[in-house]
């Protein structure tokens, strides 16, 4: 079955750049989103097919996916970003997600 | 976007069927574009893909979980279900109901429910 790897933790200083990989067999040829999920709370998409924002999320959030790695990036991190992130995927006709990263803003 | 609220036993023993509704607002399940998803977490734990159900009945689920998974829709009631047989320790986790677009190239969730913890234990 197809996997996503994520790192389990990133950490970020306050207005600084965060990237959170996630790698899978030829992800590039795939879509891949993200979704940010904060203590108790249900995750939020915050970016779909490969760069592509909802409506209400931040300007900050990015995102692509290219070869075998779709990367989130989060510009000028604030506080309030910390959280944990998941990517997600399609395959054989399946939703995967990755096993998720901690991003701590220190 | 739709909203979308769990409900279910919150407690059920080993071997039982664990049956739960996802109640849909804010548009009709028939006509509101959109193709519904269960995903559960353990605590502690990342998300796991149940399934996936369109109106028409097209239907996909995880393979892991397949043979024990069934979704429906009750369009009367704008509600859907899941149904998980045999359950064990293992299946206790947060529920999450989440739509889907129609128009996605895959499926992304752009509205998730609350959740509803679900335990199995004796």
């Known amino acids: 079955s197809y996997e996503l790897t994520q790192p389990p933790s990133v950490s970020v200083s306050p207005g600084q750049t965060a990237s959170i990989t996630c790698s899978g067999d030829?992800?590039?040829?795939?879509?891949a989103c993200w979704y940010q999920q904060k203590p108790g709370q249900s995750p939020v998409l915050v970016i779909y097919e490969d760069f592509k924002r909802p409506s209400g999320i931040p300007e900050r959030f990015s995102g692509s996916n290219s070869g075998n790695t779709a990367t989130l990036t989060i510009s000028g991190t604030q506080a309030m970003d910390e959280a944990d992130y998941y990517c997600?995927?399609?395959?054989?006709?399946?939703?995967?997600f990755g096993g998720g990263t901690k991003l701590t803003v220190l | 976007q739709v909203q979308l609220q769990e409900s279910g036993p919150g407690l059920i023993k080993p071997s039982q069927t664990l049956s739960l509704t996802c109640t849909v607002s804010?548009?009709?399940?028939?006509?509101?574009?959109?193709?519904w998803n269960w995903i559960r977490q353990p605590a502690g734990k990342g998300l796991e893909w149940i399934g996936r159900m369109f109106i028409s009945g097209s239907i996909n689920y995880n393979p892991a979980l397949k043979s024990r998974v069934t979704m429906s829709v009750d369009t009367s009631k704008n509600q859907l279900s899941l149904k998980l047989n045999s359950v064990t320790a293992a299946d206790t986790a947060v529920y999450y109901c989440?739509?889907?677009?129609?128009?996605?190239?895959?499926?992304?969730?752009?509205?998730w429910g609350q959740g509803t913890l679900v335990t199995v234990s004796s």
């Open positions: 989440a739509s889907e677009p129609i128009t996605a190239r895959i499926p992304y969730f752009d509205s």
């Open positions: 997600q995927a399609w395959d054989s006709n399946s939703v995967v």
């Open positions: 804010g548009g009709s399940i028939r006509s509101s574009g959109y193709l």
């Open positions: 030829k992800l590039g040829d795939k879509y």
